[in-house]
């Protein structure tokens, strides 16, 4: 699967089982699941099948003030709980077809996943240290 580097967007092909093995970016080096990685619909079911952690995703827009105010809390979660928990970014307007599958009616919506069924969803931001308090029944 291609996996986009959240620190120099440079997109990653990795194979589904390396997920686990905090895998690094071929052109920056960086730790490649540090960050919010894109989900696509070429990705998104294979992140979901052969994560060994679960999944938390951001449903979000460009156009979405609350989805950018909240963008910084869910970057720091996901460098808080690397290893821990992998975090997805969905953009809901280049990504339709899995907003349309995950019946996304707002935004942002917060989902986690684990073993590829949704455990809980989130309707709407919640500030940094709520959002970690709240990942922590998860992880
Ligand atoms: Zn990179």
């Known amino acids: 699967m291609i996996v986009s580097c959240p620190h120099c967007h440079t997109g ?3 194979e589904p089982v390396r997920l686990a093995e905090a895998p690094s970016c071929g052109a920056c080096h960086q730790p490649l699941l540090n960050g919010p990685i894109a989900g696509t ?3 998104f079911a294979e992140l979901l099948r052969h994560s060994k952690v679960p999944v938390v995703v951001d449903f979000w827009a460009t156009w979405c003030g609350p989805c950018q105010t ?3 809390a869910f970057a720091s979660a996901a460098e808080a709980f690397a290893g821990k928990a992998l975090f997805v970014k969905i953009d809901t307007e280049a990504e339709q077809a899995l907003a349309a ?3 996304i009616r707002s935004i942002p919506t917060i989902a986690v996943f684990d073993g590829g069924n949704e455990l809980e969803r989130m309707a709407g931001a919640l500030p940094s240290g709520q959002f970690k308090a709240w990942l922590m029944q998860f992880v």
């Open 41 to 43: 619909a070429d990705n």
């Open 12 to 14: 990653n092909r990795i």
């Open 70 to 72: 909240f963008a910084p």
């Open 101 to 103: 599958q995950y019946k």
